[in-house]
């Protein structure tokens, strides 16, 4: 979503706030598959040795329960209107860095080591977004984006089908590039045709990180194919077939926000949000 909301210049905090209802719509979908799953096949479900009463889950849970907190202060900041998304995000690392220290796995050792990943996760992103904006300004220069938006108004296509398109294309694209490339690379592009269909960009930003989750479970390159394989041990065709209900679930799930796009609208223009 800020990848998004850079290149397309809509607003980060209204981004978020709109992924709210369809992230519950689509954890709904997902959950309701597996319970329905799990009572089709009952004995392939993991039993657990004991019960435990809430005291003992709470004490297990210390760990988590201010990881949770802290991922809810900072998503609580921006959709309170309190912090931006740059500001929201220094508050999470300072937050960070307390948790970890109250826990006790702060040194110097981990601190070296994830300012490290940071950085070479900043360095990757910086790089795919000042060699896009190079991109981008090159397609401008040519009138690339105005030609093919215009070529592809003078197919007739109806915003429905243009989405549709849009959604095979990203499909195709998740077999051969991670999320954030597919995102940064295709803006150029896409985004004069989108305005030039009428379609809102603050919907389109969620339908977006939708169908790009969607592209990153399609074989035969899928990058969560791969995370699942190095959890699981279990060959890449068994994966991608296990995957394939989610897959249709986030369809499913695109198909809604579509026909009911307050679904992805409604919330943001309830807050104000810059």
């Not at 979908?29 to 799953?37: C, E, F, K, M, Q």
């Not at 005291?55 to 990881?67: C, E, G, T, W, Y």
Request: charged residues 5%; contains cysteine; hydrophobic residues 60%.
């Amino acid at each position: 979503m800020i990848v998004y909301g850079v290149a397309a210049n809509v607003s980060i905090a209204q981004l978020f706030v709109a992924g709210v209802i369809p992230g519950l719509l689509l954890a709904s979908l997902l959950s309701g598959y597996l319970v329905a799953w799990a009572l089709v096949h009952p004995d392939a479900i993991p039993r657990i040795a004991e019960r435990t009463n809430f005291s003992q889950k709470l004490f297990a849970s210390r760990h988590l329960i201010p990881v949770v907190a802290l991922i809810g202060a900072v998503l609580g900041s921006i959709y309170a209107g309190l912090a931006t998304a740059t500001e929201a995000a220094a508050f999470g690392v300072v937050g960070a860095l307390v948790v970890s220290a109250l826990q006790g796995s702060l040194n110097w050792r981990t601190f070296s080591e994830s300012l490290m990943g940071a950085t070479r996760l900043f360095c990757m992103i910086a790089l795919i977004l000042s060699g896009a904006a190079f991109l981008t300004l090159s397609m401008g220069y040519i009138g690339l984006p105005r030609d093919l938006a215009e070529w592809i108004g003078g197919l007739g296509l109806s915003p429905f089908a243009l989405i549709v398109a849009l959604a095979a294309f990203y499909i195709l694209l998740g077999c051969f590039l991670d999320g954030i490339s597919m995102v940064v690379l295709t803006m150029g592009v896409i985004l004069p045709t989108i305005e030039a269909a009428g379609i809102d960009l603050l919907w389109f930003g969620i339908f977006l990180v939708v169908v790009v989750e969607m592209a990153q479970i399609t074989p035969p390159v899928g990058f969560n194919l791969f995370v699942l394989q190095s959890m699981t041990g279990r060959q890449i065709t068994w994966i991608a077939r296990q995957t394939l209900p989610m897959f249709l679930m986030m369809a499913a799930a695109l198909l809604l926000i579509w026909y009911f796009p307050g679904l992805a609208t409604w919330l943001p223009g309830q807050m104000k949000l810059g």
